[in-house]
């Protein structure tokens, strides 16, 4: 029999290891998303010579770096416990705003920050419609995807491309970043360092803690005195400004203004959170894993232009199989949070 001194220092170890082997559950997600990566750049080497060159890796980050820097956004919301589908509009009107304006004569100096605050005032508006009317997520930025994309045609119906000097030179400047030459565009390195001051945030801040507790539980989240209200319209707020600035990195990326630009982005942004590990009812997530969901995307992608036989849909098919298989692994390894 137990004597009874021992007893809460026998419970007390208990909840240690209890805790350990939830914090150790906590990993297995992202840590899939980084094996399937991983494999994915092992069937691209052994099938095709040249998949591992450190510029065609580096350019994962290249050619998805706009995707990188919504997902970021969308990996706040859901956390919270949201969901955005306005983020693929809002970069389609910041591609338009940055081209229109410097159609205009606009300074690009004053183009960018008009861009980025178009999509913060987006985001501010539906966290504020959600929060303060109790509106779905769902509907609030549905009705934002309509408001911004509608806005792009109401600047104009058609392509507006873009030659100022000054955003040519960003989107020419490269930052070497291994022997041999390889190196990652501006817009790669911006989207990186976004990615890493939003890990500090969710990590290391009142804020990015809160968000957490908020997706986890709003009630008691409200029990424990945490400002729920503003945790919300931040996350959207954050996820709009994102957006924008993904736009800005589109405009660099692809040198136009477009009302089409995005299509579809925000479903790409929320299945790479989701690849990532990040648990669609919120709590549960990191950004690390958002950004592998996102090179994950990109390695396929780029397995099917090495192939050049394949439809891009395939990236599509892809991408659901994985979504349906870590939406299962999250269900077994937190029955609780998803139910």
Not at 107 to 123: D, E, K, R
Request: net charge positive; proline share 4%; hydrophobic share 55%.
């Amino acid at each position: 029999m137990t004597p009874p001194s021992t007893l809460p220092a026998l419970s007390a170890a208990v909840s240690r290891s209890r805790d350990l082997l939830e914090g150790r559950r906590r990993f297995i997600p992202v840590s899939m998303a980084g094996l399937v990566l991983v494999l994915v750049f092992v069937v691209g080497s052994l099938r095709y010579s040249g998949f591992l060159d450190p510029q065609v890796v580096l350019n994962l980050a290249v050619n998805n770096s706009f995707l990188i820097v919504l997902a970021v956004g969308v990996t706040f919301v859901i956390l919270a416990g949201g969901i955005d589908l306005s983020t693929g509009a809002v970069l389609a009107l910041s591609t338009m705003i940055c081209a229109w304006l410097l159609r205009e004569g606009w300074p690009p100096l004053l183009v960018i920050p008009a861009a980025l605050l178009a999509g913060t005032a987006i985001g501010l508006a539906q966290g504020c419609i959600i929060h303060f009317y109790g509106v779905q997520p769902f509907i609030a930025t549905l009705g934002g995807m309509f408001f911004a994309r509608g806005l792009c045609f109401v600047i104009s119906t058609e392509s507006i491309p873009i030659s100022d000097p000054l955003f040519s030179a960003l989107a020419q400047t490269r930052v070497p970043v291994l022997p041999g030459g390889a190196s990652l565009s501006l817009g790669a390195v911006i989207a990186l360092a976004v990615a890493g001051a939003a890990a500090y945030v969710l990590h290391r801040t009142r804020f990015g803690r809160s968000v957490y507790a908020v997706g986890g539980s709003e009630s008691s989240a409200l029990l424990m005195g945490l400002a729920v209200g503003r945790v919300k319209v931040g996350v959207y707020t954050l996820s709009g400004f994102c957006a924008a600035l993904g736009g800005v990195l589109y405009t660099l990326y692809i040198a136009s203004g477009n009302g089409l630009h995005g299509l579809g982005m925000e479903l790409d942004a929320i299945a790479a959170v989701v690849i990532g590990g990040t648990l669609l009812t919120g709590g549960f997530g990191y950004v690390l894993g958002s950004v592998i969901g996102v090179l994950t995307l990109g390695a396929i992608q780029a397995i099917l232009v090495f192939e050049g036989t394949l439809s891009s849909w395939w990236t599509r098919i892809v991408a659901g199989t994985l979504l349906f298989a870590f939406i299962l692994l999250q269900r077994a390894l937190a029955p609780r949070a998803a139910r």
